[in-house]
């Protein structure tokens, strides 16, 4: 997968880049169709976003933690601009690698491809009714009181197994290696 | 600056997901901006989006020659550029705004509270403005409904929880009552944002009614 990065931002490698849309396309048009897209807006989001990717890949890092989550963010940003036709004010992560304070610190990070493999980890291992409600907000897009209301939860309840569901993740990114 | 009042996890989570109505995104977006700390947890929650994104079942696509998407002529998503931070206010705001504070045309509310709403798109529900407040007044209570973010810009207040100053983020729920009053000796300037769904009206009534006494 690095190596696929690196022909895609190094290399130029239009090859490269059919293998990244050939893994990647599917799972962007999967989330945008479970957050309520047709399938022609689905498959025109997923385009758009590899496309962004094949355009800027110089500007992240050929990790490919940090090229899944930078594809969520581009193809999150466009649902909302598509679907709910709100101005998205979630910033793209060009901005963020050029934060001084989120570059990787050797002392306290674990570095992008680690955190993203125990992000995943930890996330299977989560009790269901904490990993469902982060799937429905982070894959469907859908809003507490909307989880609330599809799931029939109190929305304090929602709220507190978010939370209780994020911090499981936290601290497995705390732990050292 | 120190930040000490940050946005609720599960609030930040709603943000990272792309679940948070705009005008709350404003304020999260522009706490960001000062909050290098809840910069760092929305990286991190980006990251869980990805993973989750990863681990989900695939769609099939209909076209999957990557060569039609290079050459298909269809322009990518752009990124906003990136803004310099201006008016002293955070970079969010001020894209919105386009003007300093000083430059607002405030319409008087109630004695001592100014309000000046701003614009969203025409989707998007709930409310978003930016409140100014004389020293010794209150901040009145003007949630009920929804979750409701209050953002310092200038001065501090205070209420139940501590001291707010500029940066600081009260993120509160509906239920939750609340009497904040401007501390210090200078005008307190806040942005809020409310995903109440009820005419803006109707909570401009509401914001008037406790210092009325009506």
Sequence with gaps: ?177 | MTIQHHPDISTLIAYAAGALGEALSVVVASHLDVCGECRREAMRMNRLGGAIMDASPSEPLASSDAGVVLRGGKVPAQDRPAVPAKHGLPRPLARLLGKPLELIAWKAVAPGVKLYSLPLSPGASGHLALLKVAPGRGIPDHGHGGSELTMVLQGAFRDEHGIYRIGDVEDIDGEHEHQPVVEGEETCICIIASEAKALFKGWAGRLVQPLTGL
Excluded: C
């Excluded at chain 1, 979630?90 to 955190?115: A, C, F, I, K």
């Excluded at chain 1, 009790?127 to 469902?132: A, C, G, K, L, S």
């Design chain 1, 1 to 177: 997968m690095s190596d696929l990065m690196k022909r895609v931002a190094v290399e130029r490698d239009e090859g490269a880049f059919a293998e990244l849309f050939r893994i990647f396309g599917p799972k962007v048009k999967a989330m945008l169709m479970r957050s309520g897209a047709d399938a022609a807006m689905a498959e025109d989001i997923a385009q758009e976003t590899l496309l962004s990717v094949w355009r800027k890949a110089h500007l992240f890092s050929e990790v490919k933690g940090s090229a899944v989550t930078w594809m969520f963010t581009i193809a999150r940003n466009l649902r909302i601009d598509r679907l709910r036709r709100e101005v998205p004010w979630q910033e793209l992560s060009e901005r963020e690698l050029e934060t001084p304070e989120s570059s990787p610190d050797p002392e306290q990070s674990v570095g992008d491809e680690e955190e993203f493999a125990r992000v995943r980890s930890s996330l299977s291992t989560l009790p269901e009714e904490q990993r469902e409600i982060l799937v429905l907000a982070f894959q469907q897009g859908l809003s507490h009181s909307e989880i609330a209301g599809r799931l029939n939860l109190p929305l304090g309840t929602v709220k507190s197994r978010m939370r209780l569901g994020y911090q499981r993740i936290r601290e497995a990114l705390e732990v050292r290696s």
